[in-house]
């Protein structure tokens, strides 16, 4: 014993001097790896009661420093030392598991309390007399932790980085100087340089009135023209010369004003009948009422009755406007008609070759009635599964390495045959639209062929093992992402992910078609090329799983599915030759790994990252509310641009209508304020589309809140901003392989059709002095719980305005978290539509709201994930804000405190920065 402890100090003195890298690679260079690992198998076979465990341990935390190098790392693969550390890590999980087993089948609650804590003691237990199993884990762990460093790193197996698909990119005037500016792959940078002011060009501004049926078909158009010609001669540049943007407000990184908690406003009545509003301090909680001035008017104005006056700060003042040449005022404003009832959607156009439609689209979605909650990860599991993968380089001859869909290989080989796609119908019997494919397809089984199940289940193979027949995989089809699978045991399958069409990265939106399974049975899904070091998945997000039996038989919809969830850092990396110069060499991937057990055999699955929303659900909806009856009294539909692919992309103008040459009712309707909403920039944020369409469903109601704000507001909505990322199945970026929300400072027309459309509306309402109240760009997150959003906030006096909206939502949307919310304005997101309209158009509420992928750990819906009755319901939630937010702007709904210090607000309780979801770790 006393031998033993020389030996452990002796032992730690050498890892310490192994600590240094030059020590730790002069020794591996001198064979100290191999006589470690003999050392190490010594005493593991001497130590066959666990009681020298520290020294086992002590051994391998001077091998992890020596393979810390490629020469310890070679001599370690040399000595076959990972199957020696793979049999002692294999040891210690199965203790584990087998104490877990026995407390698990054990029905006496005293004896499973008495299990637990003597399974407690024993890990905690650091004497050498008894079984020291905390120890035992502690090797185990460093045992794991030596192999994956040691394991050869490999590519992933496919030809290359990119997507089989390409598109062919328009050809563009390199003198051009919308090109002038630099485009860069947003994200892989720590920080990224503002680009520079470019104004958006004023030449066919005035082609935007077609835009507009809510002027146009009330005033003569020549009356527009001249107040367009006036702000002509005034324009110098977009970005407003105002306290709140001044050029040196462009030149901050961040502005510590935007990290404050929820507001309270005071407001003083003026001369000249406007408000002025000094913000003070928040004493409340997020969530409490308490004595905060705006959250009692939050709780209590009353929206029955609302007529708020129009705030100085939400229309730009016109002078009298002089006529301009008749050639101007002649002009003509182009055709944009409205699409009426009769409007038949095109079929969506796509790069890749669709050969289905997908269940989901034709057979539509219905929510559960009950929470889905959070699902709690069992913290053992994880080490067991990789594990499971280091096997494979032990022992390969247990695993098939079978091909089961490769969609590299299907495009080459494929014919030249018809596209299947979705032929929207709308069905008057059944008072709704049906999406169906162009072309025949496989009729969905719903009952499962039990002959066949019997045959397989019966037979054995050679091995001795039941034949389990293979699954069948599919992704072309709209909104899909798939690019091969493997099967490398008999119920595991690697799964590789496309990246975003034109580019290397963006691996994480996935949605694909299952079939020929065994009921009842745990397959395991490696989704082994992900690229951020962090996932909601390890918070307790789950995939969705769809099953077209369920949706033929009962009409259940997506549900949130899979067991024993990891993710965690394996040995694929990506290649250097092919990388885009921002990552290294050696960057690595990472595996998200689920087991499901399907409930049908032979059934046909779809599994997918989030609740899809394609362009053709979209079509579909859109197309359902044409047909509502009155629909065209508050509802104008047009098609904004053609996306770069070709797919229209719609406007929606809700309002209430007047009677059409009634002056009366023109005077109302040029009195209201516009609010500007968008989505789905990012075509893998399905979830921004669910909340776009309960924004739109409340919005057309007969709700009475619904009314006023149609009475009060004209909202411009375009509810999917990048069509062709939606329907090609890509996460983040256009067929051009670039973010389109880091190119609105100047978005090219030919490139980003329909973000240059965007800010020419928003210009034109600023030329007529219409400057819209409100812009929301609606987003999905990855890494956070709830909904919030982020604002601009770089002055004090900013608080009051910026803040009221997200402070109402927190109070009246039960998803919402205003302590996530952020309000700094950072050097990298100056490109984003949230701080270029600010800056350029001077819309001081323009925001993003950011909802979870995952759930909420806050609220109502704590330790729930968001399905899309809570996304939908939080659409009609931001719209009740901003009916309650035109409240706040009126001086009889505020308090009149005075006597707040008003400075003191502004100490600043948060230093969080805004995270937006944009870069890859």
């Known amino acids: 014993g006393i031998n033993a402890e020389y030996g452990r100090y002796a032992l730690e003195l050498y890892t310490q001097v192994l600590a240094i890298r030059a020590n730790a690679v002069k020794a591996a260079a001198n064979g ?22 520290h020294i086992r341990k002590s051994i391998l935390n001077s091998i992890k420093h020596l393979v810390g190098n490629e020469s310890g790392r070679k001599s370690l693969m040399k000595c076959d030392g990972i199957s020696i550390l793979y049999a002692t890590a294999k040891q210690s999980d199965e203790m584990k598991q087998e104490i877990q087993r026995n407390c698990s089948s054990h029905t006496s609650s005293d004896f499973k309390l008495r299990v637990t804590v003597n399974t407690q003691d024993i890990f905690k237990k650091t004497d050498t007399t008894n079984p020291n199993g905390k120890a035992i884990d502690n090797l185990a762990l460093t045992c794991s932790q030596i192999i994956r460093k040691s394991m050869p790193k490999v590519c992933l197996p496919v030809p290359s980085l990119h997507g089989p698909v390409y598109f062919d990119e328009p050809s563009l005037d390199p003198t051009d100087p919308y090109l002038l500016q630099d485009y860069k792959e947003d994200g892989y940078e720590e920080e990224e340089e503002p680009q520079e002011e470019v104004p958006l060009t004023l030449t066919n501004v005035e082609e935007f009135l ?34 709140s943007n001044s050029q040196n407000e462009l030149s901050d990184e961040r502005s510590d004003t935007g990290n404050q908690g929820p507001i309270s406003v005071i407001v003083k009545p003026v001369l000249n009948g406007t408000t002025q509003s000094s913000p003070v301090r928040s004493q409340s909680s997020p969530k409490s009422s308490g004595s905060d001035p705006l959250r009692k008017m939050a709780n209590n104005c009353d929206h029955n009755n609302i007529t708020p006056p129009r705030s100085v700060t939400s229309k730009r003042s016109c002078r009298n406007m002089r006529s301009i040449t008749n050639s101007l005022s002649n002009m003509s404003l182009g055709e944009a008609p409205v699409l009426t009832s009769s409007y038949s959607p095109p079929p969506a156009k796509a790069v890749k070759h669709f050969v289905k439609v997908a269940a989901p689209d034709m057979y539509s979605h219905r929510p559960p009635h009950y929470l889905e909650q959070l699902y709690d990860p069992i913290q053992s599991v994880q080490r067991t599964l990789m594990l499971l993968d280091i096997a494979r380089a032990v022992h390969p001859e247990t695993l098939i390495n079978r091909v089961a869909y490769d969609q590299d290989e299907l495009i080459k080989t494929e014919e030249p045959t018809n596209h299947a796609l979705s032929n929207i119908k709308w069905d008057p019997a059944l008072r709704r639209c049906k999406i169906l494919p162009s072309i025949p397809q496989t009729r969905l089984a719903t009952d499962p062929p039990l002959d066949v199940l019997s045959q397989h289940m019966n037979e054995e193979n050679s091995t001795g093992t039941v034949n389990i027949p293979i699954l069948q995989f599919e992704s072309r089809h709209e909104c899909g992402n798939l690019r091969k699978a493997i099967q490398v045991r008999i119920f595991e399958y690697d799964l590789v992910l496309n990246s975003d069409i034109g580019s290397t990265r963006h691996h994480q939106w996935f949605y694909f078609e299952v079939h020929n399974m065994v009921a009842d049975f745990p397959y395991r899904f ?118 770069l692919g070709g797919n229209p992309v719609d406007l929606l103008t809700i309002t209430q209508f007047p009677p059409p040459h009634n002056k009366t009712a023109f005077n109302n309707i040029n009195e209201r304020d516009y609010v500007v909403l968008s989505a789905r920039v990012h075509p893998g944020e399905s979830n921004a589309s669910w909340i776009m369409k309960g924004v739109i469903n409340f919005l057309i109601s007969d709700n009475d809140k619904a009314q006023q704000l149609r009475n009060k507001f004209i909202f ?29 400072i100047n978005p090219h027309p030919n490139m980003y059709p329909s973000l240059y459309n965007t800010k020419g509306l928003i210009q034109l309402l600023v030329g007529l002095g219409k400057r819209p109240v409100l812009y929301c760009d609606f987003h999905g997150h990855s890494r956070k719980k709830n909904v919030f959003m982020y604002g601009n906030i770089t002055q004090p006096s900013d608080n009051a305005t910026v803040k009221l909206l997200p402070t109402i939502l927190d109070i009246h949307a039960p998803a919402f978290s205003f302590s996530n919310c952020c309000f700094t304005v950072e050097k990298s997101r100056e490109s984003t539509a949230r701080v270029a309209l600010w800056r350029q158009f001077g819309i001081s509420r323009s925001y993003t709201l950011e909802s979870s992928y995952c759930g909420s750990d806050q609220g109502l819906y704590k330790g729930c994930q968001l399905g899309t009755q809570h996304l939908e319901e939080m659409g009609a939630k931001f719209c009740e804000g901003i009916l309650i937010m035109s409240s706040a702007d009126q001086p009889c709904c505020l308090s009149d405190e005075t006597d707040e210090d008003e400075d003191s607000y502004f100490s600043s309780d948060s230093d969080d920065s805004e995270d937006d979801d944009d870069s890859s770790a």
């Open 32 to 53: 100290a790896t191999r006589r470690m690992l003999d050392l190490f198998n010594y005493w593991t076979d001497l130590d066959k009661l666990h009681k020298f465990v």
């Open 526 to 643: 490696n989704i082994i090329n992900c690229e951020k070091s962090c996932s909601s998945f390890t918070q307790g997000m789950q995939p969705l799983l769809y099953s077209a039996h369920d949706a033929l038989t009962n009409g259940t919809g997506w549900q949130r599915c899979g067991k024993r969830i990891c993710y965690y850092k394996n040995n694929f990396v990506r290649k250097a030759t092919e990388d885009t110069g921002r990552a290294s060499a050696a960057q690595n991937m990472y595996t998200l790994t689920f087991t499901i057990c399907f409930p049908h055999s032979h059934d046909t699955c779809y599994i997918a990252y989030h609740y899809p929303y394609s362009y053709s659900s979209l079509q579909a909806h859109l197309l359902e509310i044409q047909h509502l009856h009155g629909i065209n009294s508050v509802l104008r539909r047009q098609t904004l641009c053609n996306s």
């Open 716 to 744: 411009k909505i375009i509810p999917m901003l990048n069509p062709d990322g939606v329907i090609n199945g890509s996460h983040r970026c256009s067929l051009l392989g670039l973010d389109m929300n880091r190119q609105w």
């Open 210 to 243: 077609k835009f507009f049926p809510e002027l146009t078909d009330y005033q003569n158009n020549k009356v527009l023209l001249d107040q367009l010609a006036e702000y002509r001669k005034e324009y110098v540049t977009l970005v407003p010369q105002t306290p």
